[in-house]
């Protein structure tokens, strides 16, 4: 599953080779939660970098944790909660989301610095901003399918 990437000087990284589908099935299964997930397991592969992005892993995985406790919350609080305290935490979940896709879109835009001056990868900044981790995901598919070739 792990394949490699290289620049033109003859560095490379692992990078995971990751079915677009499955990434796009678990991110809607999980409401978005596994974007989390993806960040952390591509996390060794982004450090390697020369031009290290500055992508803040530690506020990903308390992101990530967040999200599943407000999925786990959505989907069975009303077993435990009365509405006026599932209203609550939906303020709150507003205000994370919000946050969320700040961290997401910031470290989304710093790996594609990295990766335009490291492994000249040039990534579509509107196709990046709409589709995010999956045209990430794409691209480097596309990247080890041509190395194939």
């Known amino acids: 599953m792990e394949k490699l990437i290289s620049n033109e000087n003859h560095l490379s990284i692992d990078f995971r ?27 060794n592969s982004m450090v390697n970098f020369a031009d290290r992005p500055k992508i803040h892993f530690g506020l990903w995985r308390l992101f ?49 610095d990295s990766f335009d001056e490291e492994y000249d990868l040039h990534l579509n900044k509107y196709l990046l901003f709409l589709f995010h981790i999956f045209y990430i995901q794409f691209k480097l598919n596309q990247v080890h399918s041509a190395s194939k070739q």
């Open 17 to 43: 080779k990751f079915n677009l589908s499955v990434l796009i099935l678990l991110s809607f299964i999980t409401l978005g939660a596994y974007i989390g997930v993806w960040f952390l397991r591509s996390r």
């Open 64 to 112: 990530t944790i967040l999200s599943f406790i407000f999925l786990f919350i959505q989907l069975f609080g009303s077993m435990v909660l009365s509405d006026y305290g599932i209203l609550n935490l939906q303020s709150y979940e507003v205000v994370f989301n919000f946050c969320f896709i700040g961290l997401l879109y910031y470290s989304i835009f710093r790996l594609r």
